[in-house]
Every structure is written in C-alpha cells, then in structure tokens.
C-alpha cells in the first residue's frame, strides 16, 4: 500500500515533536520544572499555520536585530544567529541558552550583513 499523497485540496502538515503545555497561561513552567516533570507530545499542525508564525516570529526578531548597533569599538557585527523552537501546539518561541534542551532542538537562524 502506498501512502496517500497530499492533493491541492489537502492541506499539508508537519508533524511537531515538543513539550507539552500542562500548566497553560504559566511563562514561567520551564525554569520550574525538573526535568522527569517534562512530557512530549507530538501533534500535527498546518505548513500555512506553521509558515505563518515562522514569518512573524523573523519578522520581530529582525526589527530587534536592526536596531542593535553595527559597530563595538573596534568590532563590527556582521552576523546575528538565533535558535528557535516550535512547541507541540506550533508556538514559536526563542530558545534560550540556560535550559536543559537548550541547543539540542530547534531552528537556526543565521542573518548576516550583506
């Protein structure tokens, strides 16, 4: 059997492997927890949805990049990398360095100055 492939009709998704938000409203979860605390949840969410709040997460974080200064003394920035996780629910968020998970998943971003 052959699996089904998706038609202009279909809409297409992308499978998401990531926490799952058991404490909804609470920013704060992730400093808090242990990590046996921690499940995963794997969900599908639209490639439209997922492309849309890709686009608006570069989109902020490229006002952000813009309006840090391009030179530090004798050094210039000429490149910005951030990482970015999607969660299991599709949210988009900015993967800090302290976690846990830090730099074991996500997206990778990389702008440089041309």
Same mark, same amino acid.
């Given at each position: 059997?052959?699996?089904?492939?998706?038609?202009?009709?279909?809409?297409?998704?992308?499978?998401?492997?990531?926490?799952?938000?058991?404490?909804?409203?609470?920013?704060?979860?992730?400093?808090?927890?242990?990590?046996?605390?921690?499940?995963?949840?794997?969900?599908?969410? /639209?490639?439209? *949805? $997922?492309?849309?709040?890709? #686009?608006?997460?570069?989109?902020?974080? +490229? @006002?952000?990049?813009?309006?840090?200064?391009?030179?530090?003394?004798?050094?210039?920035?000429?490149?910005?990398?951030?990482?970015?996780?999607?969660?299991?629910?599709?949210?988009?968020?900015?993967?800090? /360095?302290?976690? *846990? $998970?830090?730099?074991?998943? #996500?997206?990778?971003?990389?702008?440089? +100055? @041309?």
């Amino acid at each position: 059997m052959t699996p089904s492939q998706p038609t202009p009709d279909t809409p297409r998704t992308i499978s998401v492997l990531g926490l799952e938000d058991t404490d909804q409203g609470r920013t704060d979860r992730m400093a808090l927890r242990r990590l046996e605390e921690w499940r995963a949840a794997r969900t599908e969410i /639209s490639a439209e *949805e $997922l492309q849309s709040r890709l #686009g608006d997460f570069v989109a902020t974080m +490229r @006002g952000v990049i813009a309006s840090l200064s391009q030179e530090a003394g004798e050094f210039q920035l000429n490149e910005v990398t951030f990482s970015a996780e999607v969660s299991a629910k599709g949210t988009v968020s900015l993967l800090g /360095s302290g976690g *846990e $998970l830090a730099g074991q998943a #996500g997206i990778t971003f990389t702008f440089t +100055r @041309g």
